[in-house]
């Protein structure tokens, strides 16, 4: 009878240390394309050398692992190296706290090779973030594919320098990304990530280089202030001048979504705020409106039956920029209407309620203008989105909205 009490106990703290385990989680994130000419890297190239990338994380962790992506080249790309450690900027040097520094493994080696079209993880290792913590990742290359992977929109300084090095004291500047897919961290079960689908207005164009003041960021550091959310990462899955339906820079979100917000670690819940770009394009704007709002069935069921809830963003104002006319603000009438009074969506976010002109609801609030082109924000504007996020969004339990209207 005792031995029987004595291996239910050790059954029930086996079971209760494999619920307090935890489980992966996103707390950065970048959307892959492939890198237009005028964006690829530098001389001297990658091929051989060794590049220096800084992001910011969201929530904080102990043990983490790195995804690299070779999607969109054409030869593989080989990684002799990678090292992660803690950044002392958010991207304006290169310095870092060298006592931080962990090297990173792939199936417990060094090197990896990532074959053209692939990507790869590298096994869990012991390094403490904190939250909004910025942090290094180094990358010494072999050879490296012509065609590169990479997020041109960094917003972020990245550093290279000829050979196998960790001095990048002269390093070549460039504000772009290459490789790097994705940070993860093993966090408490609660925990889970927001993956936002959008084009450059979620990309950060406007926002300050090295700053981290995208309305994502900002958004994010209101979750991690409040006790309610703080366990919440956000992944910022805008690609500058995507498009939801085709054409465009970077694959089509009709064709990314089911990488960029369902193959997250940890994504309880998707912003879907994309849409500017087809809408300028059209030349019938309620039509393309139409098609959009599919699209966003289309996701939003796939979310629901994976658990995970959908918020709408309303589309900005954009009268004043080349985009606008009677029909494409017809459009975006249009889109927006369904988002504030459709039944599929878990919530609603109105930045275009928070940014537009109360004396012109088809125009932007001045103030908010990057480089007056009427459709951009700059980092006040930005803010201004960020703070207008209800947070209580990410507090909701109970069902599901409806998956269909």
């Known amino acids: 009878m005792k031995k029987r009490i004595a291996l239910m106990l050790i059954c029930l703290l086996t079971a209760g240390m494999a619920l307090a385990k935890g489980h992966w989680v996103g707390t950065w994130g970048t959307a892959p394309q492939l890198v237009e000419r005028h964006n690829n890297p530098p ?47 958010a991207g304006s040097s290169s310095e870092i706290d060298e006592k931080s520094t962990v090297s990173l493994t792939f199936d417990g080696k060094a090197s990896v090779e990532i074959p053209a079209g692939g990507k790869v993880v590298s096994d869990p290792v012991n390094f403490k973030i904190g939250t909004r913590q910025n942090v290094a990742i180094t990358i010494h290359y072999g050879a490296s594919s012509a065609s590169v992977s990479g997020h041109p929109g960094s917003r972020t300084t990245s550093y290279l320098k000829a050979g196998h090095t960790t001095d990048f004291s002269d390093a070549v500047r460039t504000d772009h990304w290459y490789n790097i897919l994705a940070l993860e961290v093993e966090a408490p079960k609660k925990a889970g990530a927001v993956a936002i ?37 956000v992944l910022n899955m805008g690609i500058g001048g995507n498009c939801v339906l085709g054409g465009g820079l970077g694959p089509a979100a009709v064709n990314r979504y089911e990488r960029d917000l369902f193959g997250q670690e940890g994504v309880k ?14 030349r019938n704007g309620e039509q393309t409106a139409q098609r959009i709002i599919d699209v966003y069935k289309q996701i939003i069921r796939e979310a629901h039956q994976k658990g995970i809830r959908v918020f709408g963003a309303t589309i900005t104002p954009f009268k004043g920029n080349n985009y606008y006319s009677d029909h494409h603000e017809k459009g975006r009438q249009r889109l ?49 989105m960020g703070n207008c996020i209800d947070l209580n969004l990410f507090t909701k339990t109970g069902p599901l909205a409806a998956n269909d209207d």
Do not use: C
């Not at 001297?44 to 983490?64: F, T």
């Not at 900002?218 to 979750?223: E, Q, T």
């Not at 819940?269 to 059209?282: P, S």
């Open 43 to 89: 001389s001297p190239g990658l091929a051989n050398n060794s590049l220096r990338q800084i992001v910011q994380v969201s929530i904080g962790g102990k043990k983490v692992r790195l995804k690299l992506t070779n999607e969109f080249s054409q030869e593989a790309t080989e990684i002799r190296a990678v090292e992660l450690a803690i950044a002392k900027t």
């Open 197 to 233: 689908l959008g084009n450059s207005i979620t990309d950060g164009r406007g926002s300050t280089t090295n700053e981290q003041n995208r309305w994502a960021d900002v958004l994010s550091r209101r979750l991690l202030g409040n006790k309610a959310t703080r366990q919440v990462g």
């Open 269 to 282: 819940w998707i912003i879907l705020f994309e849409a500017v770009n087809d809408l300028g394009y059209a």
């Open 336 to 384: 927006n209407e369904w988002i504030r009074t459709t039944k599929m969506l878990d919530g609603v976010i109105d930045f275009d309620q928070a940014v537009g002109n109360p004396q012109d609801r088809e125009a932007m609030q001045r103030q908010f203008l990057f480089e007056n082109d009427w459709l951009h924000l700059n980092a006040q504007g930005y803010e201004t």
